[in-house]
């Protein structure tokens, strides 16, 4: 373990400053584009005024012929394309894979400063970032980074989810974490093909009445619950951010807008979103409500120092409220910066 002293020094010479505290920045959904596909990436300048991250995805869901073209077809979007105040990241390959050296050697010469954040897959533990830690920092080196590029790891393994405290606090490049839910049901070998939500067999069955023949009322769980809560405590505690992962089923909308709910109400900063129905979804659900922030600025205008306790439409607000209300108003406030409509209706 690193002395407080040596955490924030960089990892090679000429390496950036890590930074000590992450940038606060929007990141309701992270949006993924096949980068080999030519049609798609000449959306992306239209999707950046749309979204709050466009995300260059290199590992899953890429053909293995087609790695090289999707690296080379990143670094070529990433190079054309004017993101403002758009984050632009890029999901590697694992670690293990024949193609991840020259995923990190490429992009950083050819984009540099441009990437925020790499994404990483099947983090097992923190070994998994101290090398990638380390690497970046060389090649920032090299290629004159001048501001350090961020991790993001995905969960997706069971040593992963044991491990997931020392991941959320093995490196100042930390941006955060993402639930991987379909290679983590392959790793815990749970008996589900579904990618999030949850399962029509996982419930819990009403007691039996007094008619023991009588259906009983089953009521379906969150597969996922668990996790979601052990991630978002290590991120939070460890002052980086949660977020839940991809929904598989583009066709059900309404069970994607639940998912993406239960992990904004339990912590989480956004999700991704794979297709493009699923973008106003992450924006919809990721966003305060309207009412939530009117009641959340009433406890902060009657406690402006956040001690005491009051009373406000019958109901007693303490300092405990206040640090619930204050989540909430920064929230709107940052989203009120990005989008003209909320700031409106948040009277922001």
Known sequence: MKTPKAFFKPLAIGAPQPLMEPPVRLERMIHFVPPHVEKMRAKVPDIARKVDVVLGNLEDAIPADKKIEARQGFIEMARDTDFGETGLWTRINCLNSPWVLDDLLE????????????????????????????????????????????????????????????IATASPRMHGMSLGPADLAASRGMKTTRVGGGHPDYVVLADAGADADAPRPAYQQDLWHYTVARMVD??????????????????DAAACEAQFRNAFLMG??????????????????????????AFAKKILDAMPDGTGAVMIDGKMQDDATWKQAKVIVDLARLIAV????????YNL
């Not at 533990?125 to 790891?153: C, F, M, S």
């Not at 900063?269 to 659900?285: E, M, R, T, Y």
């Not at 990005?338 to 209706?345: F, I, N, V």
């Open 234 to 251: 290590a991120c939070e505690s460890a002052g980086i951010k949660a977020f839940y992962g991809p929904f598989g089923d583009f066709s």
């Open 268 to 293: 989480c900063h956004g999700a991704w979103s794979l297709h493009p129905n699923q973008i106003d979804i992450a924006k919809k659900v990721f966003s305060p409500d309207v009412g939530e922030v």
């Open 338 to 345: 990005k989008d003209p409509d909320l700031a409106k209706a």
């Open 107 to 166: 992009i950083v010469a050819g984009v540099g400063d441009k990437l925020d954040v790499v994404m990483l897959p099947k983090v097992e533990g923190p070994w998994d970032i101290h090398y990638l830690d380390q690497l970046l920092a060389q090649l920032e080196a090299r290629n004159g980074v001048t501001k350090p590029i961020l991790i993001h790891a995905i969960l997706e393994t069971a040593e992963g989810v044991k491990n997931v405290d020392a």
